[in-house]
């Protein structure tokens, strides 16, 4: 990184020869990411060194494994980039986020440097649309009531007298925000025969989806299921509450695989709490989910421990992304997921 007349220039892509790649993803989840082939592939781009974000918290630490360094693939947990660890990485032409949110990596700072960074966020799109439809087609099916039935030692009469199951096919979905991932989860509902409304004001005109498109009110007075994808920015805080939420017809679902700050926790919970609508949640306000949280004790609902993105497939594809990602820098082609400051503000 280059500063002339107070003005951050970025130098030009180096080449593969002398490139030297710092490859910092959590020990965990290391080997799902980076399998022996993409290792091999990351190989072949420059000199890789692969040190945990663990053992980079401190900044004398982290100058020592960057010092030199030219590009940064980085995952959850690895040391934010302000204009202090910008300055002990003087080298730095290029991040490339393994994983999908950026705001806790990049800073004011990084912006202002100029340098190029991209994330393989898309990587988990189908993993996450795939776990919404699991959800929506459970729901639908009172999967999850006569499974607690029957392991609560409710009698089989009892556990076969909940409300009357619905198909997929001809039901009614609402979508609210046509994310990548929304996309992914629409496709997968209008295969399976279901109707469906989507609320996103920013539909473009001419988007095969624009047929589709509603209001938040509507999708939620009108849908057998919603599901939310959409992201978590300041304008989408708090969009789903009371009021939305009593939209929703008597024994509706609600299905939510994004963030829990989209919706009013404590507004859904009296809803389901109620025995009026069941819910799927992936996402929660406290994370991890407490012991005691009454969530865990309704009948009617589904709860996953924030696990939707996290696939063995999502995993392979985000490493392959990265190495994409640098294939396109080296040689000096755009990347196709990179990121400016505007895109992360709706990307949330």
Not at 95 to 106: E, I, Q, R, Y
Not at 133 to 157: E, I, M, P
Request: proline share 7%.
């Amino acid at each position: 990184m280059n500063i002339n007349n107070g003005v951050a220039s970025t130098p030009p892509p180096p080449t593969a020869a002398g490139l030297r790649i710092l490859l910092s993803i959590p020990d965990v989840e290391r080997a799902a990411f980076i399998s022996p082939e993409t290792h091999a592939a990351l190989n072949q781009l420059g000199e890789v060194t692969a040190i945990a974000p663990a053992q980079l918290q401190s900044l004398d630490a982290f100058a020592a494994a960057a010092a030199g360094t030219d590009i940064f693939i980085t995952a959850w947990g690895f040391p934010r980039l302000d204009a202090e660890h910008l300055a002990a990485a003087p080298n730095l032409k290029c991040v490339v986020h393994a994983a999908s949110s950026l705001h806790a990596l990049v800073s004011d700072a990084f912006w202002a440097a100029g340098i190029p960074i991209s994330q393989a966020g898309a990587a988990m799109a189908p993993a996450v649309a795939e776990l919404s439809l699991t959800f929506t087609l459970s729901l639908l099916r009172r999967v999850h009531q006569l499974d607690h039935s029957l392991r609560n030692g409710t009698n089989w009469d009892d556990a076969r007298a909940v409300p009357r199951a619905r198909e997929v096919s001809g039901a009614r979905i609402g979508v609210v925000g046509a994310s990548r991932t929304g996309r992914r989860y629409i496709d997968a509902c209008l295969a399976l025969g279901a109707t469906v409304s989507v609320y996103d004001p920013y539909i473009p005109q001419g988007d095969p989806l624009a047929t589709s498109s509603a209001s938040l009110q509507d999708v939620m007075a009108n849908s057998d299921v919603v599901a939310v994808h959409a992201p978590a920015t300041n304008e989408t805080e708090g969009l789903i509450g009371a009021a939305e939420l009593a939209l929703l017809p008597d024994g509706a679902a609600f299905v939510n695989t994004a963030r829990s700050t989209i919706v009013d926790m404590e507004a859904l919970y009296k809803e389901v709490h109620s025995g009026r609508i069941d819910a799927a949640l992936d996402v929660f306000d406290q994370e991890p989910l407490p012991a005691d949280s009454p969530w865990r004790s309704l009948p009617n609902v589904l709860l996953t421990p924030h696990l939707g993105g996290a696939t063995i497939d999502s995993r392979r594809r985000a490493g392959g992304i990265v190495v994409d990602e640098l294939r396109r820098f080296i040689s000096g082609q755009p990347m196709e997921h990179a990121l400016i400051r505007t895109d992360l503000e709706r990307m949330g």
